[in-house]
């Protein structure tokens, strides 16, 4: 089984930037990534309130991001962590495709899409279940859709969406699904992505990573960094201070 000195879990914003520092301070690193680096706000067009760049596209900050973790030494692998267990020497991190040592961790999982009620599911049948309008919206040229949701995501989502398809219906959370809808799209908040790691870590009532400003969980050796942490303000730059936050106190824990 392969050993770092650090595992982090999680290519977004925080654990990106926790790769950096983890990096710099000399000790080694592997990144685990179940998709693909940039996390929330990989297809997001104009990403707002990250000082130093007035116009940057998610797509591009989280590359910039990667290849500056990349080019200080850190590894990444696009693998999905199925669980993490507190042996003698550390960690056991394991995943889809393998099994690997750390001294110490840090969930950077941040927040993935809530999913559609069971009886809205059952309704949906065989018709595409989306979460992104902007990657998928594009399928149902001419077609009626319909908009699961009440809050911003969902008005931007129908924005998005009536310019391509032929009806955009909207309706709330457990409404039925109107049945000449070709697809539905579902823009009903996220939840931190932690359900893998309640076994570890202790978790809030919503499934938040409990820890303070510090970063430390409930296991010592087992940092957390961004959106999956229990916090007020969940923001890239947040989580970019999280990931520095976590990465120094995990190297701290190393000695
Ligand atoms: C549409 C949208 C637009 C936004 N726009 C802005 C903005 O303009 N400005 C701003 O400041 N904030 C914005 N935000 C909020 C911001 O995106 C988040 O605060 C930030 O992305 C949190 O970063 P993170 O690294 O904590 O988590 P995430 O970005 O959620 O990254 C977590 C990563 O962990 C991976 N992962 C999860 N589970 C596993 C696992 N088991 N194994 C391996 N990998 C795993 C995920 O695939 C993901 O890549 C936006 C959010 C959304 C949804």
Redesign the pocket.
């Known amino acids: 089984m392969k050993k770092y000195d650090v595992i982090i879990?999680?290519?977004?914003?925080?654990?990106?930037t926790a790769a950096i520092y983890v990096s710099r301070a000399g000790k080694s690193v592997l990144v685990?990534?179940?998709?693909?680096?940039?996390?929330?706000?990989?297809?997001?067009i104009?990403?707002?309130?990250?000082p130093g760049d007035f116009k940057v596209s998610?797509a591009e900050l989280s590359q910039k991001i990667y290849k500056q973790a990349e080019e200080l030494g850190a590894e990444i692998e696009f693998?999905?962590?199925?669980g993490i267990e507190k042996i003698a020497e550390g960690f056991k991190v394991v995943?889809e495709d393998g099994e690997y040592i750390a001294g110490a961790v840090i969930l950077?999982?941040?927040?993935?899409p809530r999913k559609l009620s069971e009886k809205q599911t059952k309704d949906a049948g065989k018709r595409p279940i989306s979460y992104c309008a902007t990657c998928d919206g594009a399928l149902y040229k001419g077609k009626p859709v319909v908009v699961v949701g009440s809050g911003n995501?969902a008005k931007h989502e129908m924005e998005y969406l009536q310019n391509i398809a032929s009806k955009v219906y909207h309706i709330h959370h457990d409404d039925p699904i109107p049945e000449d809808a070709e697809a539905v799209f579902v823009a009903i908040g996220?939840v931190p992505?932690t359900g893998?790691f309640a076994d570890l870590v202790d978790l809030d009532e919503h499934g938040y990573v409990i820890a303070g400003e510090d970063c430390k969980t409930s296991t010592p050796g087992v940092f957390v960094?961004?959106?999956?942490?229990t916090k007020e303000i969940?923001?890239?730059?947040?989580?970019a201070a999280?990931?520095a936050v976590a990465a120094m106190e995990a190297c701290r824990y190393l000695g």
């Open positions: 879990v999680g290519a977004g914003i925080a654990g990106l685990l990534e179940s998709t693909m680096q940039g996390g929330q706000i990989i297809n997001t104009n990403i707002e309130n990250w998610g693998d999905d962590v199925t995943t950077a999982v941040g927040a993935e995501t996220r992505a893998n960094a961004g959106d999956c942490r969940r923001q890239l730059v947040t989580a999280d990931g």
